[in-house]
Nanobody
Framework: VQLQASGGGLVQAGGSLRLSCTAS????????MGWFRQAPGKEREFVAR????????YYADSVKGRFTISKDNAENTVYLQMNNLKPEDMAVYYC???????????????WGQGTLVTVSS
């Protein structure tokens, strides 16, 4: 499974961006799609996840109420709508796929290339 992420860019604090992640195919081993981010000098952290087969969505506390993960099953694409962006949201954002839902990066077998989100204050 190959994942292609896009949509990053430069935005002012308080602004919005939408990230996209398209999977080359869907398999059982890639049932859950997640978004992670990694800021310079920091560990990769969980942002949000959703599965192709259910409507459940999970978010990191730091993004609840501001970010929304959604999916288009027909297009094999997962989106991350990011609103009210803050300077602390600045990071490289990665999409990933896993067999089961987890907030641990080690649980994800497939990773996209990352897309940079820059938030200016």
């Amino acid at each position: 499974v190959q994942l292609q992420a896009s949509g990053g860019g430069l935005v002012q604090a308080g602004g919005s961006l939408r990230l996209s992640c398209t999977a080359s195919r869907r398999t059982v081993s890639a049932n859950v799609m997640g978004w992670f981010r990694q800021a310079p000098g920091k560990e990769r952290e969980f942002v949000a996840r959703a599965s192709w087969s259910s409507g459940n969505r999970y978010y990191a506390d730091s993004v609840k109420g501001r970010f929304t993960i959604s999916k288009d099953n027909a297009e094999n694409t997962v989106y991350l709508q990011m609103n009210n962006l803050k300077p602390e949201d600045m990071a490289v954002y990665y999409c990933a796929a896993s067999l089961y839902g987890s907030e641990e990066a080690t649980a994800y077998n497939y990773w996209g290339q990352g897309t940079l989100v820059t938030v200016s204050s």
